[in-house]
């Protein structure tokens, strides 16, 4: 019993598995994370056991006690050259050695750089890591580092511990996220004195390229489509003012860690873009977890919009039904907005070769008395020449025929126009 072996216990509850997924899909994507939550809830525990169980090799940096030569490494002196050649000539120089966390940084691809104690780090320091973080470029001797490395700070609240809140470019450069497991994961790890038998179990995920590709561009279509709509209006940036207030019960006021990171995330082009990586390596119809995720890039105030408008366009989306059985949509109850990631896809769908099924929803919808559906851009983008070339000749004939007959006034409008 004694020389059993156990590893750094991890929570294994609904919350904490779903942490623990998002974590990853962030790792994976390349994108940055920060975890707060109350002191001594294990955030750092849960990092070394995620490490473990990835092995990763873990660099972990206490950002509250480093000093700027503990960033860049103590200068010695040297020789350096400058001028031209003809006026070429020696002169002293400081460089910098450079610490071990970097070497270990700079050798190891396959590392996770862990920012402890974030909030609690004098500015100088903060600042030192955003540029590390925004260019992955070693201080001091501006050397690049993998992009496969994982970036991820933990921090209690700003206004716990004699920390301080961070600046919205630091800020917006993580996603954020709460982290509070519950009693129950408390209670098993207490009894099994933090250690486990075994290790975390990692979640699988796609690694077809062709699939996560698709996944990608699908998400970044219904972004656009989005804040293309009036619900977006066009707000890719909106930047925080610090009186703003939860306007959902997703966030509780009356924890610290949930209105620190309803502080920190906002949307903008940076968040926008963490938002669509993070969410390529996440199940789709995994709703509580993509809320967790849009919550923690976007911000929750401009999340709920976008996700309902995710969950509902995720709904209607399945195009192969529809192209099916156009009818059984109830196309007069979807408005414009909502409308957009159908036709964004029936329009990909006509290039593709199904010009003559995509012209039948056209029609299905004209004959439901839903033709406000029916913009003129649409009718357009769906009949042009080089669709209608990649169908047999006589399905040809038949979809110009019925597009004739259906939205030939439309055509005499354009004719007359041009």
């Known amino acids: 019993m004694l020389n059993k072996k156990f590893y750094p216990y991890i929570a294994q509850g609904a919350n904490a598995k779903q942490m623990f997924n998002i974590m990853q899909a962030c790792i994976r994507a390349g994108v940055p994370f920060g975890l707060v939550g109350n002191p001594g809830v294990g955030k750092t525990a849960t990092i070394e056991a995620m490490a473990k169980t990835l092995?990763?090799?873990?660099?972990?940096?206490?950002?509250?006690?480093?000093?700027?030569?503990?960033?860049?490494?103590?200068?010695?002196?040297?020789?350096?050259?400058?001028?031209?050649?003809?006026?070429?000539q020696m002169v002293d120089a400081a460089c910098y050695a450079m610490p071990v966390w970097q070497q270990r940084l700079l050798h190891n691809s396959n590392a996770i750089l862990f920012l402890d104690e974030f909030s609690t780090a004098i500015p100088t320091t903060q600042?030192?890591?955003?540029?590390?973080?925004?260019?992955?470029?070693?201080?001091?001797?501006?050397?690049?580092?993998?992009?496969?490395?994982?970036?991820?700070?933990?921090?209690?609240p700003a206004d716990q511990a004699g920390g301080s809140s961070l600046d919205l470019p630091i800020a917006n450069r993580f996603a954020w996220f709460t982290f509070n497991p519950d009693f129950n994961d408390w209670a098993t790890g207490f009894k099994q004195r933090w250690q486990s038998e075994e290790l975390m179990s990692v979640p699988s995920f796609c690694t077809d390229e062709k699939i996560l590709m698709a996944r990608n561009k699908k998400i970044r279509s219904t972004i656009i489509d989005y804040l293309d709509s009036e619900k977006g209006a066009h707000q890719v940036t909106i930047v925080p003012s610090g009186m703003e207030n939860p306007i959902s019960s997703v966030v509780r006021r009356d924890d610290p860690a949930e209105m620190e990171v309803f502080r920190l995330a906002f949307p903008s082009a940076r968040s926008w873009d963490n938002l669509a990586e993070i969410?390529?390596?996440?199940?789709?119809?995994?709703?509580?977890?993509?809320?967790?995720?849009?919550?923690?890039?976007?911000?929750?105030?401009?999340?709920?919009?976008?996700?309902?408008?995710?969950?509902?366009?995720?709904?209607r989306l399945n195009i192969d039904a529809i192209l099916k059985d156009p009818e059984s949509v109830d196309w007069k109850h979807i408005s414009i907005d909502e409308s957009a990631g159908i036709f964004r896809a029936l329009i990909e769908e006509a290039a593709n070769g199904r010009l003559d099924q995509v012209l039948e929803v056209f029609i299905s919808i004209k004959i439901a008395g839903a033709e406000?559906?029916?913009?003129?851009?649409?009718?357009?983008?769906?009949?042009?020449?080089?669709?209608?070339?990649?169908?047999?000749?006589?399905?040809?004939?038949?979809?110009?025929?019925?597009?004739?007959?259906?939205?030939?006034?439309?055509?005499?409008?354009?004719?007359?126009n041009n």
């Open 279 to 315: 969410m390529t390596y996440i199940d789709e119809k995994d709703f509580g977890t993509i809320q967790v995720v849009i919550n923690g890039t976007i911000g929750s105030n401009q999340g709920i919009a976008f996700y309902k408008y995710y969950v509902d366009n995720l709904k």
């Open 372 to 416: 406000n559906l029916l913009s003129g851009n649409r009718l357009q983008d769906i009949y042009k020449a080089e669709y209608l070339n990649k169908l047999p000749l006589a399905t040809r004939k038949k979809v110009k025929q019925r597009y004739l007959e259906y939205f030939g006034d439309f055509l005499t409008k354009i004719a007359n």
């Open 55 to 88: 092995g990763r090799d873990l660099i972990n940096l206490s950002l509250s006690t480093m000093l700027p030569e503990d960033i860049a490494g103590l200068p010695f002196p040297t020789k350096i050259n400058i001028g031209s050649d003809k006026n070429e």
């Open 127 to 156: 600042h030192a890591f955003l540029q590390l973080v925004q260019n992955r470029r070693l201080p001091g001797s501006d050397l690049p580092f993998s992009k496969n490395v994982a970036i991820i700070i933990a921090m209690n």
